[in-house]
Nanobody
Framework: QVQLVESGGGLVQPGGSLRLSCAASGRTFSTYSMGWFRQAPGKERESVAAISWSGVSTYYTDSVKGRFTISRDNAKNTVYLQMNSLKPEDTAVYYC?????????????????WGQGTQVTVSS
């Protein structure tokens, strides 16, 4: 069992930055690949980024490549999403999730555990 708690969301102006954190409970965190997803109002949830259990392999959806960076600290049971050059279209509720598969996964069907989400609003 893995419990996930996101933090770091908020209101930011276009072009600004935020860093999301996802703290996981459980001693098996390092065996899970982790992902960040987001859901904007009226839209389906989409994959944003994912990272393998070791942190070596990563995945990004095209719209965030070059702006977002996913990382993890297995000693702290935490995964991060650094978001730079934020745009209004990045506004959404952001969720972290844990997958029992080793490599980074883009499909939400591959994830077993989900956090409650944190709101990110990009607006002037």
């Amino acid at each position: 069992q893995v419990q996930l708690v996101e933090s770091g969301g908020g209101l930011v102006q276009p072009g600004g930055s935020l860093r999301l954190s996802c703290a996981a409970s459980g001693r098996t965190f390092s065996t899970y690949s982790m992902g960040w997803f987001r859901q904007a109002p009226g839209k389906e949830r989409e994959s944003v980024a994912a990272i393998s259990w070791s942190g070596v392999s990563t995945y990004y959806t095209d719209s965030v490549k070059g702006r977002f960076t996913i990382s993890r600290d297995n000693a702290k049971n935490t995964v991060y999403l650094q978001m730079n050059s934020l745009k209004p279209e990045d506004t959404a509720v952001y969720y972290c999730a844990a997958s029992p598969y080793g490599g980074p996964r883009g499909s939400e069907n591959d994830y077993d555990y989900w956090g409650q989400g944190t709101q990110v609003t990009v607006s002037s």
